[in-house]
């Protein structure tokens, strides 16, 4: 069954450093998305990218992230200067169509920061 | 507006009852309603989801209530089973918009 795969699955860093967070959507989907937790709340939606650009993002999604799809099969999420309150899961999703309908998570990277 | 409101945040049945999880929503908009399983370290699953257009809609021991005019919607597991035991969130989403916005999530735990 295909499936979204994430790396690291776990990575700690050191406030203010970049971290990159690597995705591999399903291969055949078109939609993108990156979602976070925070530890024991809700899943937030972070960003969508289509055809090679943002289609939608939140007020979570400041200057300080950007995404990439820098090949036709990994889709990577930046966070440029890491704070202490980006600490948590964050799960690369990818639909093949619009809508968010039926869009399938990845596993998860935990990211700490210290 | 964007807000799915879901209830309870923690929920214990016993083996073979039923759960009930309920959700809703203000903006009318929303055309799309999933539920996603959870498990510890995992990412959410894909379980079940309904379209405004039907009031019912079942596979296997799940099942969505679509209330329209009420604007809610309730997950149903039949015959809980130990395995269920996971964190339950409801989604919504709109037909022009790619995201999901999720609702705060249940804990559920089947107790053998």
């Known amino acids: 069954e295909p499936e979204v795969t994430q790396t690291p699955s776990h990575q700690v860093t050191q406030m203010g450093q970049e971290v990159i967070l690597r995705c591999v959507p399903i291969s055949n989907h078109l939609y993108f998305y990156w979602y976070r937790q925070i530890l024991g709340q809700k899943v937030e939606f972070l960003v969508s990218f289509y055809n090679n650009e943002i289609s939608e993002k939140s007020e979570i999604f400041d200057d300080q992230f950007s995404v990439e799809r820098p090949d036709g099969s990994n889709f990577t999420l930046k966070i440029r200067s890491t704070k202490l309150e980006d600490s948590a899961m964050y799960f690369c999703a990818s639909s093949a169509m619009t809508g968010g309908t039926e869009a399938f998570f990845g596993q998860g990277t935990r990211l700490t920061v210290v | 507006q964007q807000q799915v409101k879901q209830s309870p945040q923690s929920l214990i049945v016993q083996k073979g009852g039923i759960s009930i999880i309920n959700c809703a929503y203000e903006?009318?908009?929303?055309?799309?309603f999933p539920w996603y399983q959870q498990f510890p370290g995992k990412g959410p699953a894909l379980l079940i989801a309904i379209r405004p257009d039907v009031s019912e809609k079942k596979e296997g021991r799940f099942t969505i209530s679509f209330n329209k005019s009420a604007k809610q919607f309730s997950l149903h597991i039949m015959d809980s089973q130990p395995g269920d035991s996971a964190t339950y969130f409801c989604?919504?989403?709109?037909?022009?918009?790619?995201?999901?916005?999720f609702g705060s999530g249940t804990q559920l735990t089947v107790l053998p």
């Open positions: 989604a919504a989403n709109k037909g022009s918009a790619r995201q999901l916005t």
């Open positions: 903006n009318t908009a929303f055309d799309y």
